[in-house]
């Protein structure tokens, strides 16, 4: 099941000069905002040529503007982030131009996720951190804000300042996505996987 379907954002020139300076290279005109503001919603999402032209991370995959990916295989990229959480904080990125984690079969996800085993044994190597956080947010109430499926890496080293994004929440039955029963929502997804069978 697919949501969301894309995002056509042009940026304003005074967030294009913006992003310029906090980059250090020009922009291609063309690259969407990092912030979207515009949703198309769908169940079977369609990748429009356009969401292609228009994606920043595509165009980060096909010009590598400013020289900033250092890692490439055939599936994916990796390039630091410009709004980093800690020292070493990488964006893995597939080729392809892909909305979500809903958009790709197991195939291709499995060469995303081998492309950050790869990304994180170089971090490890170079960086020497404490430990690593991946992020993979899908859809825009997972908090993913440029709309090209790709996956956080986040060194974490002792004290820097990071929390949970999450903790142990007081059950209230109006919060959507609330776990009221875990074991009966086990049983449910044991059925829907046929772990059962």
Known sequence: MHFIVGVNVRMEASDRAD????????????????????????????????????????????????????????????????APATRGHTLVVPRIHAVNVFDVGGDEFSAVMRGVWSVASILKRQLHPQGLTLIQSSGEAAWQDVFHLHVHLIPRYQGDGLVRPWGQIPSKPEMPGQINNPRALTVDLRRASGYDE
């Open 19 to 82: 992003a310029e300076s906090r980059l250090g290279y020009a922009l291609d005109h063309r690259l969407t905002a990092h912030v979207p503001v515009v949703y198309t919603w769908s169940m079977e999402p369609e990748v429009q040529e356009s969401d292609r032209d228009d994606c920043l991370f595509c165009g980060i995959v096909e010009r590598d503007p400013g020289n900033q990916i250092f890692f490439a295989d055939n599936d994916v990229v990796a390039f630091l982030d410009i």
